[in-house]
Antibody, heavy 115, light 107 residues
């Protein structure tokens, strides 16, 4: 059974870069799936950030595209998110998920943007 | 972007009630529609994909229907563990978008 686990700093300074990793266990990141990032500001709804295939192909939300980079490391069976020039509006719980229909989710990690 | 509109945004129901949540897409999405349940402080949990296919391990009291622009999630007999927020999601086209959520509360 595939499991996902997010990791990374819980506090990022304004104008800095948010960096998170999603470790995949119980399955291969090279399987026929897209791997997604989703975020949820406190008390609000869900926002899709983007996705990556094991080949390195990516799709991003246009609202974030200029600041987002998603990459994959097949040797470590993980994928990563970088979000640059962060502001308080980027404070959220960040989730990784498998496939576009998101049948498997990580537990999520809260990232706070504050000085 | 495809807008996903859920209704109602919240509802109060009793244990044993049949509950129906509606999701409408701003344009046709075929059956590329998923439903999720989220409890406070927890990650969303997948219930339904492809509009009507039940995820493995999800109780059959949950069912989904619809195609095109109009979709429903039905809980046949509400139990205490079903009180949560429910989201629909379209994955027919980019960007992937979610509905605003429906909070199901105890009456």
């Amino acid at each position: 059974q595939v499991q996902l686990q997010e990791s990374g700093p819980g506090l990022v300074k304004p104008s800095g870069t948010l960096s998170l990793t999603c470790a995949v266990s119980g399955g291969s990141i090279s399987s026929s799936n897209w791997w997604s990032w989703v975020r949820q500001p406190p008390g609000k709804g869900l926002e899709w950030i983007g996705e990556i295939y094991h080949s390195g192909s990516t799709n991003y939300n246009p609202s974030l595209k200029s600041r987002v980079t998603i990459s994959v490391d097949k040797s470590k069976n993980q994928f990563s998110l970088k979000l640059s020039s962060v502001t308080a509006a980027d404070t959220a719980v960040y989730y990784c998920a498998r496939s576009r229909s998101m049948e498997v989710w990580g537990q999520g990690t809260l990232v706070t943007v504050s000085s | 972007d495809i807008q996903m509109t859920q209704s109602p945004s919240s509802l109060s129901a009793s244990v044993g009630d049949r509950v129906t949540i509606t999701c409408r897409a701003s344009q046709g999405i075929s059956n590329y529609l998923a439903w999720f349940q989220q409890k406070p402080g927890k990650a969303p949990k997948s219930l339904i994909y492809a509009a009507s296919s039940l995820q493995s391990g999800v109780p059959s009291k949950f069912s989904g229907s619809g195609s095109g622009t109009d979709f429903t999630l039905t809980i046949s007999s509400l139990q205490p563990e079903d009180f949560a927020t429910y989201y629909c999601q379209q994955y027919n086209s980019y960007p992937v978008t979610f509905g605003g959520g429906t909070k199901v509360e105890i009456k």
